[in-house]
């Protein structure tokens, strides 16, 4: 593949094509114009051959993917930050602590981490105890893989105030230990703002950095947009970096109700407000997903709500008359209950369906729930990820409720508007990966082997149509891109293997080009990527 960078026009060629709807398009080459799709066809019928050419050598190039919820400032964050995901167990989760802290100036805090216990054998929570062994003169406080569990050692609960005298806030705990009652250093959901508080401010240099090496990262792995939520903080610095054409991926913001004053002049092709968001409930990892009976571990919970019923039918339809789309974490089976119950009163209340309102997660949805996405015209935002990952473990926060859970097939059956995405950096940011879970719903060593729940998988064609033209719907931008359509962004990714042919290739399959808007932002290049990122 030759290297080319932006053209007023560009000619791709010896490539076979494919779009969401269509299927394999006639032709093997694209003329690219003015960041836009202008002709496909066969080679040897472009009668103007003077268009700078890249030989995809037989490349697949389908629409760039479309990541529908992710955490892009995070990911870039946690890009730079200690890596606690794949620690095997406690020693070496501590280990990575030490080295941590022992390449860093006295004092300074260590955050991030995204661990997993349920990948240590004990299959135990970290305590602060275990965090003061291993580094006891630095502020930690290290997040779980789902971010809705953090662990903070005792001097980042001293510097952050937070003693034995405390109260659960709502929405949010201090876990206590039930023999001694004393804190244990876990905190949970809303807790977490008391520490955040605490955790000196990142200086814009730190934030610009994280952004440049999350949409690097991004561009290496086909994900030409993405979604997700926004503080106001950070705002300025996405404007600036839209302004000044350093933006490789086209972004649709989500604001918290107090801050969207903030976001409503944005309706670019490369930066636009997406929407507010709301957090319905917490996580199952965390036990705070909201159900409607208790889990069967912890039996005594069933989760934490965010807002009471009553107050949270009240914010959504609020939040409805002003005319924006919403967008809400929902996990448990009572908070997607909840969600599409205050979605139907807005609906009843105005009598039209002139919003595109969502559900983030939807993880776990009872059987009559199922249908009323459809009928009310919500929208299922799902990552397909947290189902191969998460399937280690449900059965002992659900029992026989796991059957209810990751119901990507029964929702796009009901007639569902999906759109995926891979919450990165709760999961890993791959597409591929992402497809693989919603094709053959199997860990990366094929397991179990018929797919967990097999009934809920689909096939190749759906899930990239969801990927991408489910993606582009759910930010009301399917008129511009998610296909390869005339007059379309042109927003490409040229894969390796032609995972249509064959859906098992979809692990062995590599990024060979991206594409956004006419630009290539990357070609599989290792050394000629990492010289541009520094």
């Given at each position: 593949?030759?290297?080319?960078?932006?053209?007023?026009?560009?000619?791709?060629?010896?490539?076979?094509?494919?779009?969401?709807?269509?299927?394999?398009?006639?032709?093997?080459?694209?003329?690219?114009?003015?960041g836009?799709?202008?002709?496909?066809?066969?080679?040897?019928?472009?009668?103007?051959?003077?268009?700078?050419?890249?030989?995809?050598?037989?490349?697949?190039?389908i629409?760039g993917?479309n990541?529908?919820?992710?955490?892009?400032?995070?990911?870039?964050?946690?890009?730079?930050?200690?890596?606690?995901?794949?620690?095997?167990?406690?020693n070496?989760?501590?280990?990575?602590?030490?080295?941590?802290?022992?390449?860093?100036?006295?004092?300074?805090?260590?955050?991030?981490?995204?661990?997993?216990h349920?990948?240590?054998?004990?299959?135990?929570?970290?305590?602060?105890?275990?965090?003061?062994?291993a580094?006891?003169?630095?502020?930690?406080?290290?997040?779980?893989?789902?971010?809705?569990?953090?662990?903070?050692?005792?001097?980042?609960?001293?510097?952050?105030?937070?003693?034995?005298?405390?109260?659960?806030?709502?929405?949010?705990?201090f876990?206590?230990?039930?023999?001694?009652?004393?804190?244990?250093g876990i905190?949970?959901?809303e807790?977490?703002?008391?520490?955040?508080?605490?955790?000196?401010?990142?200086?814009?240099?730190?934030?610009?950095?994280?952004?440049?090496?999350?949409m690097?990262?991004?561009?290496?792995?086909?994900?030409?947009s993405?979604?997700?939520?926004?503080?106001?903080?950070?705002?300025?610095?996405?404007?600036?970096?839209?302004?000044?054409?350093?933006?490789?991926?086209?972004?649709?913001?989500?604001?918290?109700?107090?801050?969207?004053?903030?976001?409503?002049?944005?309706?670019?092709?490369?930066?636009?407000?997406?929407?507010?968001?709301?957090?319905?409930?917490?996580s199952?990892?965390?036990?705070?997903?909201?159900?409607?009976?208790?889990?069967?571990?912890?039996?005594?919970?069933?989760?934490?709500?965010?807002?009471?019923?009553?107050?949270?039918?009240?914010?959504?339809?609020?939040?409805?008359?002003?005319?924006?789309?919403?967008?809400?974490?929902?996990?448990?089976?009572?908070?997607?209950?909840?969600?599409?119950?205050?979605?139907?009163?807005?609906?009843?209340?105005?009598?039209?369906?002139?919003?595109?309102?969502?559900?983030?997660?939807?993880?776990?949805?009872?059987?009559?729930d199922?249908?009323?996405?459809?009928?009310?015209?919500?929208?299922?935002?799902?990552?397909p990820?947290?189902?191969?990952?998460?399937?280690?473990?449900?059965?002992?926060?659900?029992?026989?409720?796991?059957?209810?859970?990751?119901?990507?097939?029964?929702l796009?059956?009901?007639?569902?508007?999906?759109?995926?995405?891979?919450?990165?950096?709760?999961?890993?940011?791959?597409?591929?990966?992402?497809?693989?879970?919603?094709?053959?719903?199997?860990?990366?060593?094929?397991?179990p082997?018929?797919?967990?729940?097999?009934?809920?998988?689909?096939?190749?064609?759906?899930?990239?149509?969801?990927?991408?033209?489910?993606?582009?719907?759910?930010?009301?931008?399917?008129?511009?891109?998610?296909?390869?359509?005339?007059?379309?962004?042109?927003?490409?990714?040229?894969?390796?293997?032609?995972?249509?042919?064959?859906?098992?290739?979809?692990?062995?399959?590599?990024?060979e080009?991206?594409?956004?808007?006419?630009?290539?932002?990357?070609?599989?290049?290792?050394?000629?990527?990492?010289?541009?990122?520094?």
């Open positions: 593949m030759r290297d080319r960078s932006a053209a007023d026009a560009l000619l791709l060629v010896n490539s076979s094509l494919w779009s969401p709807g269509s299927g394999y398009l006639p032709g093997d080459s694209l003329l690219i114009r003015d836009r799709i202008f002709r496909y066809g066969r080679y040897r019928d472009f009668t103007d051959k003077s268009y700078p050419v890249v030989d995809l050598q037989g490349a697949l190039v629409p993917f990541d529908a919820h992710m955490h892009l400032m995070e990911g870039g964050l946690a890009l730079q930050q200690v890596q606690l995901r794949d620690s095997v167990d406690e070496e989760f501590c280990e990575r602590l030490r080295k941590t802290a022992a390449a860093l100036a006295p004092g300074s805090w260590i955050t991030g981490g995204y661990w997993d349920e990948n240590w054998p004990s299959r135990r929570l970290p305590t602060r105890g275990l965090l003061d062994r580094v006891p003169d630095h502020p930690v406080f290290v997040l779980r893989l789902d971010c809705h569990i953090g662990v903070a050692n005792s001097l980042a609960l001293q510097l952050a105030g937070i003693d034995e005298s405390i109260a659960n806030p709502p929405g949010g705990e876990e206590r230990d039930p023999q001694s009652g004393e804190l244990t905190l949970k959901d807790a977490h703002k008391a520490m955040l508080r605490a955790i000196p401010a990142l200086t814009e240099e730190m934030r610009y950095r994280a952004l440049r090496h999350a690097h990262h991004a561009a290496a792995l086909g994900v030409t993405g979604q997700g939520q926004c503080e106001a903080a950070d705002l300025p610095l996405f404007r600036r970096m839209a302004e000044q054409n350093q933006l490789t991926m086209r972004l649709s913001l989500w604001s918290i109700p107090e801050q969207s004053d903030s976001f409503t002049d944005l309706d670019g092709d490369w930066l636009r407000w997406g929407g507010v968001k709301l957090f319905a409930d917490g199952l990892g965390a036990a705070t997903a909201l159900l409607s009976s208790p889990y069967v571990d912890p039996s005594d919970s069933c989760g934490l709500e965010i807002y009471s019923a009553e107050e949270f039918r009240k914010l959504i339809l609020t939040l409805d008359r002003r005319e924006c789309d919403l967008v809400v974490h929902a996990i448990g089976d009572a908070a997607v209950t909840r969600t599409l119950d205050a979605f139907g009163n807005c609906q009843q209340v105005r009598r039209r369906r002139s919003r595109r309102h969502r559900i983030e997660h939807a993880q776990v949805v009872q059987p009559n199922v249908p009323r996405f459809g009928q009310l015209g919500v929208i299922a935002s799902l990552q990820s947290h189902a191969i990952d998460d399937m280690r473990w449900i059965a002992d926060r659900l029992g026989e409720r796991q059957q209810w859970s990751y119901r990507l097939a029964s796009l059956h009901a007639g569902t508007s999906i759109a995926l995405g891979t919450d990165w950096n709760v999961e890993p940011l791959d597409p591929l990966l992402t497809l693989h879970a919603a094709v053959w719903r199997q860990d990366t060593n094929g397991r082997t018929q797919g967990w729940f097999p009934a809920e998988r689909v096939s190749i064609d759906q899930a990239v149509n969801f990927y991408t033209s489910g993606s582009a719907f759910a930010e009301r931008q399917e008129n511009q891109k998610g296909r390869l359509q005339l007059g379309y962004l042109a927003d490409l990714v040229a894969l390796s293997h032609d995972i249509f042919a064959d859906p098992r290739m979809l692990l062995e399959a590599r990024v080009m991206t594409m956004v808007g006419g630009k290539i932002v990357y070609q599989h290049n290792v050394q000629a990527q990492i010289e541009e990122i520094r």
